[in-house]
């Protein structure tokens, strides 16, 4: 005992002779290696913890398999025991005349009428215009064309007939020449008496007659001739110029050399032809889908009678090029059609007389058969309790699966979880059972997904759609679609930090129901003629429920959180907001608590992401760790600014030990009040653990010694604990722990530091503080690391500026 006190001694005065906050947190260091020093073995100490989570206790299995079988097998309640494909036991004979309708043939045969309804069209005039536009537009290209090559004929047929205009616009250059030299010979009897190499076309009969025709009308006017020539000419330069024309836009428009072939009044006929045609076809109409060769005969049929002969390859080849389908579905028309199309098909009766059997014993029992008993009362109708049991053992393996997962992924849910789970779980079969055609999986996917992970969200989604697909009658495409939703958005829940996002999530959501829904209706009704704009019209219906469905639990998320004592990424944000009350309360009345809080964060928060532990919880959990220092903000060194210290006026070692211990408890008072959760709550005594108040200590076996009173003990002045129960809490101990030694560092290396914080850390691991963290012993040389990292980023080098400098700068201010 003397070396302790001659230990302690030199400590007690320097503790009392300091005046800033440096002196302190350097005594604090020392008072740990201290103990270090004094005790060479670990001790263990007897100190109250946190009650751990007991095993799954049975009755929550038995209360969630009774009710979700109870729930989802109400269809084996009121089971006929003689249903359709049964044999009948015996034989049944009509105790009466009946004529009972069989209302399931007539639902179905009412759908089906409905879904295959013929769809009512109607015309699109916007886009008739439209193809109107083209027809005019290509027209008009075609006329431009013609008008650039020169009419035809160019001159008087009295001079030269058609066809010989016709060729001479449209013969090679070499004949042209050739026919020239020939007009202007004296001689045109005997071209073989001329001196001339002759072309091949010379036995061309057109060749010959072009020739004539120009040597007549040579004879006739000699000077004429001439101007006939330069009109040739010109008319063979203008076709030359609109036939490159054509060629170089021949993929923009269906036009071939037939059309410059014309003559002006049968292209004036084929417009008018064409033109008619067009507005013939599309007043009555082309439906979507229509093939091809169908359309083509169409505006076949339509030019035979509009169009002439040598132009009807144009115009068909331009009308089906340009016509498409100008008619788009009527969704009210076809809906009323296909309603009174299921409203007029009467019911399906089936009747039986008095005496007539309706079913031999040994026979199947069809749906006539099975209308007929089930209306006497004979269809032997009750609760099918093996269909039941065997239910019942299913969602047991149901629920054994959900328990599998969550001890791999989430092993630490309390009670109130399972009852939350449980609840939102019995959600989906209770709408189907009033009717909803919507399921609520989009909903349980966000809220467990964001409560509890991804993991656990998907297995819930899958569990509940695989149950109560089996179980209970519901349209798969719907059920499917749901659980696409609820997939997706427990799925990507537990990854967003804000309520915006997981309100984008929720259109995400509706969308991805929205197109399962449309592929599934598609796919399945194909054979039956479901027509497509009705299966999207449903489609987008589904789609507008999963996102109301996502506003939903958008909504409830925050009560249920407050409710159900949640943590969730986004409520740690919102909790790690400075503007929160508490934290600006702590800023403004303990501000250096506040600034201490703030770098025991950044050490938490490295670490904590460097073992891959829950950084938003150590976050949060940090900045309220020491909000109970507001009761007595001065009584603790960092927010006595210099001042008198209030524990050397008090003098009494024991009252001082009580005020540190109190912002424990008095932390947790304000905590409870302010409604934070108790994953928040825990880092509060937590952090502390069962440590020593060791400044007090000493000086109180000190003053014991001096003035012979009892021994102190040593539970007096150690904090009630618990020890850290996670390895959050336990990275926070560690954290406020080097906190005060690192900023008391000045001018020392890395290594310096680092040989310090591991001194301090393995003082709380021998101290036994981390022994229910889960934080190994192999961890503490790592978490050093980093806590030496972030000291050397908040402690960097800065420029010494010169004396000049700061005097300029005094000087600009």
Request: glycine share 6%; aromatic share 8%; net charge negative.
């Amino acid at each position: 005992m003397k070396t302790l006190h001659s230990l302690t001694q030199p400590l007690t005065k320097l503790r009392r002779k300091s005046e800033n906050l440096r002196a302190w947190l350097s005594l604090r260091v020392a008072n740990s290696l201290l103990r270090d020093n004094l005790s060479a073995e670990p001790k263990r100490y007897d100190w109250p913890k946190r009650r751990k989570s007991k095993s799954r206790p049975p009755m929550i299995w038995a209360v969630a398999v009774i009710s979700l079988t109870s729930v989802m097998g109400n269809r084996y309640y009121n089971q006929p025991g003689l249903d359709v494909g049964t044999i009948a036991p015996e034989k049944v004979i009509a105790p009466q005349d009946a004529d009972v309708e069989d209302k399931k043939t007539t639902e179905e045969k009412r759908k089906e009428a409905s879904t295959g309804i013929v769809p009512v069209l109607m015309l699109d005039e916007s886009v008739t215009e439209e193809i109107q536009e083209k027809l005019d537009e290509s027209l008009s290209y075609a006329e431009e064309l013609r008008e650039s090559s020169g009419s035809l004929p160019f001159v008087n047929t009295a001079i030269l007939t058609d066809a010989t205009q016709k060729y001479l616009r449209e013969s090679e250059e070499l004949e042209w020449h050739s026919i020239q030299s020939f007009a202007k010979s004296d001689t045109s009897d005997n071209f073989t008496e001329q001196q001339w190499e002759l072309p091949e076309q010379v036995e061309d009969p057109i060749f010959i007659q072009a020739v004539n025709e120009l040597q007549n009308y040579r004879q006739l006017s000699s000077r004429e001739f001439s101007q006939l020539i330069d009109q040739i000419s010109q008319a063979r330069e203008d076709y030359q110029q609109a036939l490159r024309q054509l060629l170089e836009y021949d993929s923009e428009h269906p036009y071939d050399i037939s059309l410059l072939e014309l003559s002006d009044e049968v292209w004036l006929e084929t417009v008018s032809g064409i033109s008619t045609a067009s507005q013939r076809i599309l007043a009555q109409g082309i439906p979507p889908g229509l093939p091809d060769d169908i359309l083509a005969k169409a505006v076949q049929a339509q030019v035979n009678t509009l169009v002439p002969s040598e132009a009807e390859s144009i115009a068909i080849e331009l009308l089906s090029g340009i016509l498409q389908p100008n008619l788009q579905p009527d969704p009210e028309q076809t809906k009323l059609r296909a309603e009174q199309a299921a409203q007029q098909l009467p019911p399906v009766m089936v009747s039986v007389e008095k005496g007539e059997v309706i079913v031999e014993a040994g026979e199947e029992i069809t749906q006539e058969d099975f209308v007929l008993l089930d209306h006497f009362g004979e269809s032997q109708r009750g609760i099918n309790w093996p269909a039941l049991i065997g239910f019942g053992s299913l969602v047991t393996g149901a629920t054994g699966i959900f328990f599998l997962v969550e001890r791999r992924v989430h092993p630490s849910l309390r009670r109130r979880d399972h009852i939350l789970v449980f609840l939102l779980s019995l959600t989906t079969p209770v709408l189907v059972i009033f009717g909803v055609p919507f399921t609520s999986l989009p909903a349980i996917g966000l809220l467990v997904g964001s409560f509890y992970g991804s993991s656990l969200g998907v297995t819930v989604v899958g569990l509940l759609t695989g149950l109560v697909g089996f179980s209970m009658e519901f349209s798969w495409e719907a059920l499917l679609s749901g659980a696409a939703g609820g997939v997706l958005g427990s799925w990507l829940a537990a990854r967003l930090r804000s309520r915006e996002e997981l309100a984008l999530l929720g259109g995400a959501v509706g969308l991805t129901q929205a197109s399962v829904h449309l592929i599934l209706n598609l796919i399945i009704s194909a054979a039956a003629g479901l027509i497509w704009y009705t299966a999207l019209q449903s489609a987008v219906l589904y789609g507008l429920a999963g996102l109301s469905w996502s506003i939903v639990a958008l909504g409830v998320s925050p009560y249920l959180e407050r409710l159900f004592d949640l943590v969730t990424p986004i409520r740690l944000a919102e909790l790690s907001n400075p503007n929160r009350t508490l934290l600006k309360r702590l800023a403004t009345q303990a501000p250096g608590t506040f600034q201490h809080t703030m770098f025991v964060a950044s050490l938490a928060e490295a670490a904590a992401r460097e073992l891959h532990c829950n950084v938003e919880l150590v976050r949060a959990g940090t900045l309220y760790h020491d909000i109970g220092k507001m009761h007595d903000p001065l009584g603790f060194i960092e927010n006595q600014m210099g001042g008198p210290n209030k524990h050397d006026e008090i003098n009494d070692p024991s009252k001082s030990a009580q005020i540190i211990k109190k912002h424990v408890s008095e932390g947790l008072v304000m905590a409870r009040r302010h409604g934070l959760p108790q994953a928040i709550r825990d880092f509060i005594p937590e952090h502390q653990g069962t440590l020593l108040i060791s400044y007090f200590y000493f000086q109180a076996q000190q003053q014991s010694e001096q003035e012979g009173l009892p021994p102190v003990l040593e539970a007096d002045f150690r904090y009630d604990g618990p020890i850290p129960q996670s390895r959050e809490t336990g990275i926070v101990m560690l954290a406020d722990a080097c906190e005060a030694a690192l900023r008391s560092l000045q001018d020392v290396t890395p290594e310096t530091a680092f040989s310090m914080v591991k001194k301090i850390l393995k003082a709380r691991w021998q101290d036994n503080q981390l022994l229910d963290s889960g934080i190994t012993r192999e961890e503490l040389p790592i978490i050093a690391e980093v806590f030496v990292r972030v000291w050397q980023q908040c402690n960097h080098k800065r420029i010494v500026y010169p004396k000049a400098a700061l005097n300029y700068q005094s000087s600009v201010k």
